[in-house]
């Protein structure tokens, strides 16, 4: 049980630069999940907050104590890797143990420890076993019992789960979120999946390009989105992003014309537009669009082919302007039918400057 | 701050870096210091520029020394490396248990210290009773004193150097073999191609990297070849080389400068003389290769 | 033509090619075995029948050879040979292996400045002949005066280039994440060494360990120079004591000395062959 913070740090490798000025507080006890494009720094951020890297600039604060000169082993976290790094030549026990080892624990409270971590995660019966023995699961479960035994105040996962098929995933999942509730602990966890993050996560990180882009609850990035990579990048399938230019905007009002290439234009209550912006990227998830009769505020789309899941249909389609469309349909089969009218659930619009920063509109 | 970081690194290298500067480095650097000295390790060191190299390369031991081993190499890399490549596709059409049967019992000569292999095989020759001759014998043939008659000796270690060291070269060429693909058999078997030319146009260009490997270790390891003529000889430093030098190699000529005549300069000026040599030669394959392998 | 000659002739040609390679594989077998096997019979023969009239062409008596064997250990100075040998054989196996896989572990896991430089040059020395280092060592060994002593024989050559190739060779495919959840575990440098390193890389240290003892026990022309007096003889010398020109031995007496020379290798080859033979094949792929 830990609070984390994380001050200006940057991290570049030779003249690359990975990390650049990240800011973050993780409240004690808090599940938070590093999300992002492969290569965009997530797990080099995850070394630098376990000290396997130095950050070239910055501070890591763990309870208050700076910890940039502490050893990675006496920081008070435990990392899970991706490919497990169990160690191949030991049994199960020996491998949750070392640490304990390592640090001149007596046999007896190393066998207890070990025994305690293993009921936790169900591990009792392997406990002589050898990694090679094991299963994927299994392996994993090993891996997170030699962080558990270790008492870590910030429990570090980079990917645990990749390498497991879909199936124990969700169950991996779900034991995840049972082991963070009965162990209360500050848990950092990295993935490329947005589902997972969505899934498991108190609060998410969004990082691109080795910057922060969003750090909030997961239906506040979902909703309320700080820009279009955010936007983008969470919910499936992707928000929409059309093209507009602004007819004109009043105090409470802004008109967007061409949306999509196309005629029509539409009127949305936003308080003091910034009338110096003459372009928008108006972007809309698939949700809040619908299928409509051809009317004034509706985009025409030409509908190229129907994703048919069951409880709901994704209907692909472009727009007059060749931006790409996808709608959700929650009623009926596709009948084939290429060309449509949208219209779009005002609600459920968000605004985009030319950069992808979002439009906010006043809130009094 | 960072030095103190990396010292963990330097404790664990430290003991092989400094053995390895005392017992690498500074002889290469003290021998080359040394081949410009005259010295006998008693009296105080003398320069005497390139006189210790002029002294080697003029005199006639050195001149009989290269000649034995230039008939030695040209006839035993070849021979030896033909006769592995033949015996590994010959294990390599076995499969089971006659595979490695074979594969071991070609391999047997090698687990032999070179030293017992000269010593076994300078009986085997023997001119009365030694088992060579007696086989000859057999079939009508006078006894040869391989060991004593120059026509014959060189000959005589050759076929023990090739007996060494075949079954080493044939394991190095098996794993080779296992690589190739069996598809390129059975295309070029589709295309007509004989066992023979298989191992011509299939084979052989496959092997290539290790052929060349082989060949390269082959030579450096003739041209320092020491041990076994050292033992079918005299062996000793005061009588080596055999009746008239016949059995003479550089690196016998090089120890007995050193430690029979006691011109410790002399001999290790020899030793530059030979990697120069060597080197020379390695640079020669290396560039062959380059060559053949175009972009 | 019709297809069935031309089948016939592969058959026929099949048969051929079966028969003889079986011929040549036993031919070829019974040249490189055979040498090996008379010495065994000539000391596992009764010393009475002279050779030209008994080739010894299989053993004849068990007791005459093991009385020979006990003949040559009790009053000939071949044992000590045999503890100084294995002495030499086993101190360079131990030194070599943990001097040479310290190093392999910094160079195949770790980076740190001069790295490239040092491993670069010991590379390099791979390529360098031992005849241009063998007298300037052996120089520098009387200068240190170690001449007739173990650590003359031994400490020149602790320093293996080749070990170190093969042992950092086999560490760089150890993943960097273990080293790094040990280094997470509280291991210190050389706990990780200890405790990760060394452990896993048991297949690489028992294959260098195999082909250090064979190639040690066959070293002769070091000890030859380094060790020249009688109380630190080899085996290899003792041998060459029996097969001197001039050692009036008679032969059943020498090829006891060569039999007893040639067990060790002999017995490691029968119960290790198959990483003795890999480990040739594989300095043989990396080269
Ligand atoms: N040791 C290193 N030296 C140089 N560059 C590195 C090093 N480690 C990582 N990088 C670079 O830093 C960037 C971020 O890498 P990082 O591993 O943090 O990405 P990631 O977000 O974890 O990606 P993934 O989802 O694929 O795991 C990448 O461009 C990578 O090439
Ligand atoms: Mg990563």
């Keep these: 049980m830990a609070e984390l913070e994380i001050k200006s740090v940057s991290k570049s490798f030779g003249s690359v630069g990975v990390l650049s000025d990240i800011n973050l507080k993780i409240a004690s006890g808090e599940f938070v999940v590093f999300v992002g494009p492969s290569g965009c720094g997530k797990s080099t951020l995850l070394r630098t907050i376990t000290g396997l890297e130095t950050e070239t600039a910055g501070d890591i604060f763990i309870d208050g104590k700076r910890v940039n000169d502490v050893d990675p082993a006496k920081r008070g976290t435990a990392m899970v890797f991706q490919s497990y790094a169990l160690y191949p030549h030991m049994t199960v026990a020996e491998n949750m143990g070392f640490g304990l080892k390592m640090a001149g624990e007596p046999k007896a409270i190393i066998r207890d420890k070990v025994g305690q971590a293993a009921a936790i995660l169900r591990l009792e019966k392997l406990l002589e076993r050898r990694p090679g023995q094991l299963s994927g699961g299994q392996k994993q479960r090993v891996a997170i019992g030699r962080a558990i035994v270790r008492n870590p105040k910030v429990f570090l996962f980079d990917e645990p789960l990749s390498n497991l098929d879909a199936e124990l995933r969700v169950q991996m999942r779900a034991e995840l979120i049972d082991l963070h509730r009965r162990l209360n602990a500050t848990m950092i966890y990295v993935t490329h999946d947005q589902v997972e993050a969505m899934t498991l996560a108190d609060r998410i990180v969004v990082l691109n390009g080795g910057i922060v882009q969003q750090f909030g609850r997961p239906l506040d990035l979902y909703d309320d989105p700080d820009n279009r990579f955010v936007a983008g990048f969470i919910g499936s399938p992707k928000m929409n992003f059309l093209d507009a230019v602004v007819l004109e905007s009043g105090p409470d009002h802004v008109t967007l014309g061409k949306i999509g290439g196309s005629d029509r234009s539409l009127r949305l209550p936003f308080r003091s537009f910034d009338p110096s912006i003459k372009q928008v990227v108006l972007g809309i998830r698939p949700e809040h669009a619908r299928l409509g009769e051809s009317g004034a505020d509706s985009v025409p789309v030409i509908i190229n082919f129907a994703e048919e899941l069951g409880d709901v249909t994704y209907l692909h389609g472009k727009t007059p302007g060749g931006s790409p469309m996808i709608i959700r349909s929650d009623k009926g089969r596709f009948g084939g039918q290429t060309d449509c009218h949208v219209a779009f659930d005002p609600g459920g619009i968000r605004l985009f400057d030319n950069d992808g920063r979002r439009l906010r509109a006043d809130r009094n | 701050m960072n030095a103190r970081r990396h010292l963990p690194h330097y404790a664990m290298v430290l003991p092989f870096a400094l053995l390895f500067a005392a017992f690498f480095l500074y002889p290469i650097i003290s021998g080359f210091y040394y081949s410009f000295h005259d ?257 | 033509m019709s297809s069935v000659t031309v089948n016939q002739a592969i058959v026929a040609e099949l048969y051929t090619w079966r028969f003889l390679k079986w011929v040549l594989a036993i031919c070829v077998a019974v040249v490189a075995v055979f040498p090996i096997w008379w010495m065994f019979n000539v000391v596992f023969a009764d010393p009475g029948t002279p050779v030209s009239i008994n080739p010894r062409l299989y053993p004849t008596s068990l007791s005459s050879g093991l009385s020979k064997i006990q003949i040559i250990l009790m009053e000939t100075p071949y044992l000590r040979a045999y503890f100084v040998t294995i002495g030499y054989a086993l101190l360079t196996i131990l030194g070599m292996l943990l001097i040479g896989s310290m190093a392999a572990f910094e160079f195949a896991l770790f980076d740190f400045p001069g790295k490239r430089l040092l491993f670069g040059l010991v590379m390099l020395s791979l390529m360098v002949p031992t005849v241009v280092t063998i007298i300037p060592t052996y120089l520098l060994v009387a200068e240190l005066g170690w001449l007739n002593t173990m650590q003359g024989l031994v400490v020149p050559g602790l320093a293996s280039a080749f070990g170190l190739f093969l042992l950092v060779q086999f560490m760089r495919t150890l993943p960097r994440e273990m080293i790094e959840a040990a280094r997470l575990d509280g291991a210190s440098h050389f706990k990780i060494y200890w405790y990760i390193a060394l452990p896993l890389s048991r297949n690489a240290m028992v294959t260098l360990a195999i082909l250090t003892f064979m190639k040690t026990w066959g070293n002769f022309a070091w000890p030859l120079i380094v060790a020249p007096k009688p109380e630190i003889y080899t085996v290899g010398q003792v041998v060459g004591l029996f097969n001197a020109p001039f050692s009036h031995q008679t032969v059943d007496v020498v090829m006891t000395a060569n039999l007893l020379a040639v067990l060790p290798p002999l017995l490691f080859f029968l119960i290790f062959q198959r990483k003795i033979v890999e480990g040739i094949a594989m300095s043989g792929s990396k080269g």
């Design chain 2, 39 to 295: 010295w006998n390790a008693a009296t105080e060191a003398r320069f005497i520029g390139l006189a210790n190299y002029e002294a080697v390369l003029k005199s006639r031991d050195f001149a009989r020394a290269m000649t034995n081993l230039g008939i030695y190499i040209a006839i035993t890399v070849p021979l030896g490396i033909a006769v592995a490549l033949a015996l590994a596709l010959l294990v390599d059409s076995f499969t089971g248990f006659w595979a490695n049967f074979f594969r071991s019992a070609f391999f047997l000569p090698v687990v032999l210290p070179a030293f017992l292999a000269a010593t076994i095989w300078r009986w085997m020759y023997a001119p009365n009773f030694g088992l060579v001759n007696m086989v000859l014998g057999w079939f009508g043939m006078p006894s040869v004193n391989f060991l004593n008659d120059t026509g014959t000796m060189l000959y005589a270690l050759i076929a023990v150097d090739v007996w060494v060291s075949a079954g080493f070269n044939m394991v190095i060429l098996l794993a080779g073999l296992k690589n190739i693909p069996q598809d390129l058999y059975e295309a070029a078997r589709l295309d007509g191609a004989s066992r023979l030319q298989q191992v011509r146009y299939v084979t052989i260009p496959m092997l290539a990297p290790i052929l060349f490997f082989v060949v390269t270790y082959g030579f450096i390891s003739a041209l320092q070849v020491f041990d076994v003529p050292w033992l079918l000889t005299g062996s000793s430093f005061t009588a080596y080389g055999g009746r008239r030098n016949a059995l003479l190699f550089p690196v016998m000529d090089m120890m007995g400068r050193a430690f029979g005549a006691v011109r410790f300069g002399e001999a290790t000026a020899y030793g530059f003389i030979l990697t120069f040599v060597i080197i020379l030669f390695t640079a020669v394959m290396f560039g062959l290769r380059a060559w053949r392998t175009p972009k």
